[in-house]
């Protein structure tokens, strides 16, 4: 009992009266004290308890647990409240010390469940940590109780956004932990893999299953990168896609416009950028009508028809206007810039046509070099 | 009667090394086992956290990041297949890849005008601007990340820091030192590259030129023939 106060006349900022039960005594442990037949009032902050001559209160931050004790037949029903050690600064009190931690609350008329789930709601809100600003008059309390509640509300649903996030990043790094093990083992064996010269079963689907995973080690990368069921089908489905497309484009197209093109026609399930290269690199002529072809820039493309044929257009082109550069050779034939250039630079290097450099330029002659 | 030499230590010797062959091989294949077993498990707590945040991958670019750095950490790599665990279970693929698809198509459309480099905050507004309500928040860390994943393509993307800012190119060929720098002298200016700036900074005359050159001929540096003053498109502000 020594824990409660003599009771203050101030209002706590966002203090709120939640409910009060009629004729309740209080018990100091097992002891009946003189605080009897008094109006017992729950705020959010604290338990107020005044029989008209005397008011005493007990900070809600003391309580540590409450229990329910059922009315028997001579006694009535009781709340058993737990509560912390005595802070010693405090506010002078009735009971200036008290030999046991805990106080009862006697609900003599009833209403004791009632009292218990009112306190159980202000304890577990514990609106005197968090300090919200409120409304301090009393006559508008109705209004403030109002802009309070919007308020509480916001503040819940921040902390709720906050506990949710925090949660989620719980669950990733629970996650994660797992993989590690997982990964760890994996990459051991991978490191053995690159020992092992012979291929059986078991290093096939191995590999595989490491490159599921995700871990890249270059081991599966240059075996199960691009040899894999998946990617020949893979293949076939491009190959079948773009012959159309491919022949709009001057039978020239670059691998990331297959990408977009691939993934815009699929709309669900997205295939990644490396897993269209690696389909690409099982496209052969004789099969597909198509392959890939890498530029010494490092530029990729979907190549179809014969390249010879390529170079023949490319000459004729050349011849037909004299001389050409890479924005001229680019509209006439419709195909990107890019290509235009790639094209011009590879007929250079194949010795069918030359380069001149001028200030306006890089300009495409015939080669005539080889014709004399 | 020397030990350990003759036909029978020769024999014993061969016999134990096939026999740790064996053991080596048995041991390889429980580990293989191992290896199926643990990531059927995980592949059970995959699912069940990808019920839970499959839809937050994609709306909560935190949640995102966080992801992605904790793969880094443990060496995994979740874009690396689209067949792969994470892309299937979780669509963190699908997120990315339809990201790279519309990073390609911005760059392919801006091209023509800057040349084949766009600032990163151009790049954001314009693929805010692309897709609708999805797509408001798109970070440079996704951007960055789906990068990563599209320069396989070969056609050159890359970032590229100039000074304070942040560079998507989108063509091949490195840009050198100087190159950079041009950039970014022209960059703090609104896109307008005084040459005498770079002849402040003790560059001789042929310097400046062979770096202007390069640049035009990329097309990402225009000149205005009236007042033969350079401009960098990319530094233009919409």
Redesign the interface.
């Known amino acids: 009992m020594d824990r409660w106060i003599w009771a203050t006349k101030d209002v706590k900022a966002a203090e709120e009266d939640r409910g009060s039960v009629p004729s309740v005594r209080l018990y100091d442990g097992e002891d009946k004290t003189d605080f009897d037949q008094g109006h017992l009032t729950f705020s959010t902050h604290r338990l107020k308890w005044s029989d008209g001559s005397k008011s005493i209160e007990l900070p809600l931050k003391f309580i540590t647990n409450v229990s329910v004790v059922g009315a028997k037949f001579t006694k009535s029903a009781k709340l058993i409240l737990t509560l912390s050690p005595c802070t010693h600064s405090r506010e002078p009190g009735p009971f200036s010390q008290s030999n046991v931690d805990y106080v009862k609350l006697s609900f003599v008329k009833g209403g004791h469940l009632r009292a218990h789930g009112l306190l159980q709601g202000c304890l577990e809100e514990k609106r005197w940590e968090k300090g919200i600003i409120a409304v301090q008059n009393k006559p508008s309390l109705l209004m403030g109780g109002g802009l309070v509640r919007i308020e509480q509300q916001l503040e819940s649903s921040r902390i709720e956004a906050d506990r949710s996030i925090n949660s989620a990043f719980k669950d990733i790094d629970a996650l994660m932990d797992k993989a590690k093990d997982m990964v760890t083992l994996a990459d051991r064996i991978a490191a053995k893999l690159s020992d092992v010269k012979t291929e059986g079963d078991e290093t096939v689907e191995l590999k595989s299953a490491l490159l599921s995973i995700g871990i890249s080690n270059p081991v599966t990368r240059e075996t199960h990168g691009s040899g894999t069921a998946y990617h020949k089908s893979l293949g076939s489905e491009l190959a079948n896609m773009l012959q159309e497309p491919l022949r709009e484009c001057g039978g020239v197209m670059s691998v990331s416009e297959v990408y977009c093109r691939y993934n815009r026609a699929r709309g669900i399930e997205l295939i990644s950028p490396e897993d269209v290269v690696n389909a690409c690199k099982t496209l052969t002529p004789e099969h597909h009508g198509m392959e890939l072809k890498k530029f010494s820039s490092g530029v990729l493309v979907i190549e179809g028809d014969n390249f010879q044929s390529i170079m023949d257009n490319l000459l004729a082109t050349v011849i037909a206007n004299g001389y050409v550069n890479a924005l001229a050779l680019s509209s006439i034939m419709s195909i990107p810039l890019m290509l235009a250039k790639e094209r011009l630079a590879a007929a250079e290097q194949h010795g069918i046509v030359c380069r001149d450099e001028t200030d306006d330029g890089i300009f495409f002659y015939e080669n005539r070099f080889i014709s004399v | 009667m020397r030990r350990n030499v003759g036909i029978g230590a020769v024999n014993k010797k061969r016999l134990a090394r096939e026999k740790l062959a064996q053991k080596g091989t048995e041991i390889?294949?429980i580990?293989?086992q191992?290896?199926?077993q643990?990531?059927e498990?995980?592949k059970q707590?995959?699912e069940e956290?990808a019920t839970?945040?499959r839809t937050?991958i994609k709306k909560?670019p935190?949640?995102r990041a966080?992801?992605q750095v904790?793969?880094a950490?443990?060496?995994?790599?979740?874009?690396?297949?689209?067949?792969?665990?994470?892309?299937q279970l979780l669509g963190v693929?699908?997120f990315y890849?339809?990201l790279?698809?519309q990073i390609?198509?911005v760059c392919?459309a801006t091209r023509p005008t800057n040349g084949g480099i766009i600032t990163m905050s151009d790049l954001c507004s314009l693929l805010g601007r692309s897709s609708g309500k999805t797509r408001k928040d798109i970070q440079p860390d996704d951007i960055i990340r789906a990068i990563g994943?599209?320069s396989?393509?070969?056609?050159?993307?890359k970032v590229v820091k100039v000074g304070k800012d942040t560079l998507i190119q989108s063509?091949?060929?490195e840009l050198s030192m100087d190159h950079t720098t041009a950039l970014e002298v022209a960059g703090r200016n609104s896109g307008r590259l005084q040459v005498d700036s770079l002849e402040k900074l003790g560059w001789t005359s042929l310097r400046v030129e062979s770096s202007l050159d390069t640049l035009l001929d990329q097309g990402m540096l225009w000149v205005d023939e009236v007042d033969k003053s350079y401009w960098v498109p990319a530094f233009f502000h919409a």
């Open positions: 390889a294949e580990q293989v191992q290896v199926s643990q990531m498990v995980f707590s995959l956290f839970k945040y937050e909560n935190e949640f966080r992801f904790m793969c950490k443990i060496g995994v790599d979740p874009l690396a297949s689209s067949k792969g665990f994470w892309a693929g699908d890849y339809e790279g698809v390609v198509e392919l994943k599209l396989v393509l070969g056609d050159g993307f063509v091949p060929g």
